[in-house]
Nanobody, 123 residues
Framework: QVHLVESGGGSVQSGGSLRLSCSAS????????MAWFRQAPGKEREGVAT???????SYADSVKGRFTISRDNGKSTVSLSMNSLKPEDTAMYYC?????????????????WGQGTQVTVSS
């Protein structure tokens, strides 16, 4: 059974930093794409960053240069380091996977989700 558990959210002031982590179990972690998404109140869920099994990454334009996604295949974890946080980064953050080796382009192709962790950035 696929299980994803996020941690590390919290409240910070604008310009601050947070590091989110997601622990995965129930599948062959090292061979699949992992992703971070976020959803703010009243908005659609949006992709933040993805990382393939080999380590190649992609980012939403809104977070490029500020966020870094990384993975530890030995520990089955994926992390999101967030720097220079802005109030518009405030959202519930989720890790997800569709169990594909490639990273899907659409939210619907990510079938497995964690429960989310809240990030709040105050101005």
């Amino acid at each position: 059974q696929v299980h994803l558990v996020e941690s590390g959210g919290g409240s910070v002031q604008s310009g601050g930093s947070l590091r989110l982590s997601c622990s995965a179990s129930g599948f062959t972690y090292s061979s699949v794409c992992m992703a971070w998404f976020r959803q703010a109140p009243g908005k659609e869920r949006e992709g933040v960053a993805t990382i393939r099994s080999g380590g190649s990454t992609s980012y939403a334009d809104s977070v490029k240069g500020r966020f870094t996604i990384s993975r530890d295949n030995g520990k089955s974890t994926v992390s999101l380091s967030m720097n220079s946080l802005k109030p518009e980064d405030t959202a519930m953050y989720y890790c997800a996977t569709g169990l594909q080796w490639w990273c899907p382009a659409t939210v619907a192709d990510f079938r497995y989700w964690g429960q989310g962790t809240q990030v709040t950035v105050s101005s």
